[in-house]
């Protein structure tokens, strides 16, 4: 038992001389020289983890084959539909240059034409009042206008002409199934699609000052004169009364729009209805007037009565003068659309008639009864009567003149430059 008590105190003793050893090693710290020379000089610190070293290329690989690295990012179905799309590059259509722009159909002479305009007409035509829209349009159909040759004329006034006769039917695409059948020349110096609104914005601005603002005023002095009747209107007059808000309604639309309102022909359609409806008014007017007349005429009771058939007969007359302008203005609407119908002149000539006839009737009604017409709505009536007939006649007189956009038109235009339109005038109207 004491030899194995001394072998294991032995053992334990080898053991921690053996345990004191080895930490006594790991004490002692590593001299710097040693560890830099025992690790690489492009080797990471102690504790980060290394990247891997890119691959080795072989000398004899061709610099066709593609290199290694970073890859591609995944093409997912939702990066596909979220990706922007390509960008091509913007196209410009270039003209070549040329004297002049033309657009043409069938015919020998060009449907319409672009050319540098000069000086001394520009000084003779008068200044036309173009919207902000109308600018803009007339800028992008004349994008190069710039192009033109250089030749007499300014180098920023630009003439644009019509053929006579062609300005109404390119407008509404009847000119031999227009756009479709017009080319430009030079090729894409112009926009032949762009041809019937162009030749509809000539018309309106040559119509608005020769039509419109005339028609105005006389649309104006009816409400005016209507006024007093239509207080005292019966419920026959209704119809005038209505018939009067739609001619200033349908005037509006023209005004605001007058090339839009060129270019349908439903709305041209319906002016003419209008037409048809206010001649029916004025021959029932007229026959109103005429009946009060004879009511008046074979009257034989007391002065009471009599100054109510007087005044009567008075409001008759005005209601039926009034239905009789209305029926000229319509037609003078309806030409401004380019509708210039003769036969519209037989009727209104009928009308010029009817309201001769019935002044001439007042007059000699009120001679055979001097005491009882009151004389004080004479001259009033007289002045009502001739205002009436001159607007009768003035449209007769323009719808046998025709339509004046059946003319060669032109309009002069002057560009800046950036291309936009500075200022136009015109159109001129030629033989």
Same mark, same amino acid.
């Not at 830099?36 to 080797?43: L, M, Q």
């Not at 002069?412 to 109207?429: F, T, Y």
């Given at each position: 038992?004491?030899?194995?008590?001394?072998?294991?105190?032995?053992?334990?003793?080898?053991?921690?001389?053996?345990?004191?050893?080895?930490?006594?090693?790991?004490?002692?710290?590593?001299?710097?020289?040693?560890?830099?020379?025992?690790?690489?000089?492009?080797?990471?610190?102690?504790?980060?983890?290394?990247?891997?070293?890119?691959?080795?290329?072989?000398?004899?690989?061709?610099?066709?084959?593609?290199?290694?690295?970073?890859?591609?990012?995944?093409?997912?179905?939702?990066?596909?539909?979220?990706?922007?799309?390509?960008?091509?590059?913007?196209?410009?259509?270039?003209?070549?240059?040329?004297?002049?722009?033309?657009?043409?159909?069938?015919?020998?002479?060009?449907?319409?034409?672009?050319?540098?305009?000069?000086?001394?007409?520009?000084?003779?035509?008068?200044?036309?009042?173009?919207?902000?829209?109308?600018?803009?349009?007339?800028?992008?159909?004349?994008?190069?206008?710039?192009?033109?040759?250089?030749?007499?004329?300014?180098?920023?006034?630009?003439?644009?002409?019509?053929?006579?006769?062609?300005?109404?039917?390119?407008?509404?695409?009847?000119?031999?199934?227009?756009?479709?059948?017009?080319?430009?020349?030079?090729?894409?110096?112009?926009?032949?699609?762009?041809?019937?609104?162009?030749?509809?914005?000539?018309?309106?601005?040559?119509?608005?000052?020769?039509?419109?603002?005339?028609?105005?005023?006389?649309?104006?002095?009816?409400?005016?004169?209507?006024?007093?009747?239509?207080?005292?209107?019966?419920?026959?007059?209704?119809?005038?009364?209505?018939?009067?808000?739609?001619?200033?309604?349908?005037?509006?639309?023209?005004?605001?729009?007058?090339?839009?309102?060129?270019?349908?022909?439903?709305?041209?359609?319906?002016?003419?209805?209008?037409?048809?409806?206010?001649?029916?008014?004025?021959?029932?007017?007229?026959?109103?007037?005429?009946?009060?007349?004879?009511?008046?005429?074979?009257?034989?009771?007391?002065?009471?009565?009599?100054?109510?058939?007087?005044?009567?007969?008075?409001?008759?007359?005005?209601?039926?003068?009034?239905?009789?302008?209305?029926?000229?203005?319509?037609?003078?609407?309806?030409?401004?659309?380019?509708?210039?119908?003769?036969?519209?002149?037989?009727?209104?000539?009928?009308?010029?008639?009817?309201?001769?006839? %019935?002044?001439? &009737?007042? +007059? @000699?009604?009120? $001679? /055979?009864?001097?005491?009882?017409?009151? #004389?004080? =709505? !004479?001259? *009033?009536?007289?002045?009502?009567?001739?205002? %009436?007939?001159? &607007?009768? +006649? @003035?449209?007769? $007189? /323009?719808?046998?003149?025709?339509?004046? #956009?059946? =003319? !060669?038109? *032109?309009?002069?235009?002057?560009?800046?430059?950036?291309?936009?339109?500075?200022? @136009?005038?015109?159109?001129?109207?030629?033989?």
């Amino acid at each position: 038992m004491a030899d194995l008590a001394w072998w294991l105190v032995a053992a334990l003793a080898v053991a921690c001389a053996v345990l004191w050893v080895t930490w006594r090693r790991r004490r002692t710290p590593v001299p710097a020289p040693a560890v830099a020379a025992s690790r690489p000089a492009d080797a990471p610190p102690t504790g980060v983890n290394p990247e891997p070293p890119p691959p080795v290329v072989p000398a004899s690989t061709s610099l066709l084959v593609p290199q290694p690295g970073p890859a591609a990012p995944l093409r997912t179905p939702v990066a596909a539909l979220v990706a922007p799309p390509g960008l091509k590059p913007p196209t410009t259509l270039v003209a070549a240059r040329a004297r002049r722009f033309e657009l043409r159909d069938a015919a020998t002479d060009p449907v319409l034409t672009l050319e540098r305009g000069s000086p001394a007409d520009w000084q003779r035509a008068a200044a036309v009042a173009l919207t902000p829209m109308q600018r803009d349009f007339l800028g992008t159909t004349l994008a190069h206008a710039a192009l033109l040759a250089p030749g007499s004329g300014a180098s920023d006034l630009f003439r644009l002409a019509l053929r006579a006769g062609s300005a109404m039917p390119l407008a509404r695409g009847e000119l031999a199934g227009a756009p479709g059948s017009l080319k430009a020349v030079p090729p894409e110096s112009l926009d032949a699609a762009r041809g019937p609104a162009l030749a509809a914005l000539v018309l309106a601005l040559h119509c608005g000052p020769v039509y419109l603002r005339q028609l105005r005023a006389e649309v104006a002095a009816i409400q005016s004169g209507a006024s007093e009747w239509l207080r005292r209107s019966s419920a026959g007059d209704e119809r005038l009364r209505a018939l009067l808000q739609d001619l200033s309604r349908y005037l509006r639309e023209v005004e605001e729009n007058h090339a839009g309102a060129l270019r349908k022909p439903v709305f041209v359609a319906r002016v003419a209805d209008f037409c048809t409806h206010a001649e029916q008014q004025w021959l029932a007017a007229a026959e109103a007037q005429r009946s009060a007349r004879r009511r008046l005429e074979s009257a034989t009771t007391e002065q009471a009565t009599r100054e109510g058939l007087w005044q009567d007969y008075a409001l008759r007359g005005r209601v039926a003068r009034s239905a009789a302008r209305m029926l000229a203005a319509w037609h003078g609407l309806r030409l401004a659309l380019g509708e210039a119908v003769p036969a519209a002149t037989l009727v209104l000539r009928g009308v010029l008639q009817g309201l001769r006839a %019935a002044e001439e &009737a007042d +007059a @000699a009604l009120r $001679r /055979a009864r001097p005491d009882e017409a009151p #004389g004080a =709505a !004479a001259p *009033t009536d007289a002045e009502d009567g001739e205002r %009436a007939r001159h &607007a009768v +006649a @003035a449209t007769i $007189r /323009a719808i046998e003149a025709g339509f004046t #956009g059946d =003319a !060669a038109l *032109t309009l002069l235009l002057k560009l800046d430059a950036q291309g936009r339109v500075a200022e @136009a005038r015109g159109p001129v109207c030629s033989a």
